[in-house]
């Protein structure tokens, strides 16, 4: 089992910057993928980001590269995505997920096998 608790979410201004975090514990493994989804109202959840927990390979979504950072701190067993340059389409409920079945799971979502329990992030414009 792992345990994910995303922080960090909130209310902000176009052009503005927020950073997520995501505390993981439990079973992590060197193999462990960690990554964020998001979810609008009305559509479907959608891959944002990946990292490898040795922090060497990423993977982004095409509309957030070069305005979010994905990053991990393996010695706090938590994975950071800086969001910078929001747009009011980056609108949504922010969820971390892991994955250790596979060497790197990217945006596969079906990889995936545990879920936080998501953070609110709005912004308007």
């Known amino acids: 089992q792992v345990q994910l608790v995303e922080s960090g979410g909130g209310s902000v201004q176009a052009g503005d910057s927020l950073t997520l975090s995501c505390a993981a514990s439990?079973?992590?493994?060197?193999?462990?993928?960690l990554g964020w989804f998001r979810q609008a109202p009305g559509k479907e959840r959608q891959f944002v980001a990946a990292?490898?927990?040795?922090?060497?390979?990423?993977t982004y979504t095409d509309s957030v590269k070069g305005r979010f950072t994905i990053s991990i701190h393996n010695a706090k067993n938590t994975v950071y995505l800086q969001m910078n340059s929001l747009k009011p389409e980056d609108t949504a409920v922010y969820y971390c997920?892991?994955?250790?079945?596979?060497?790197?799971?990217?945006?596969?979502?079906?990889?995936?096998?545990?879920w936080g329990q998501g953070t609110q992030v709005t912004v308007s414009s």
């Open positions: 439990g079973r992590i493994f060197s193999s462990t993928t």
């Open positions: 997920a892991a994955a250790s079945r596979w060497a790197y799971a990217g945006a596969r979502e079906g990889a995936y096998d545990y």
């Open positions: 990292i490898n927990w040795s922090g060497t390979t990423t």
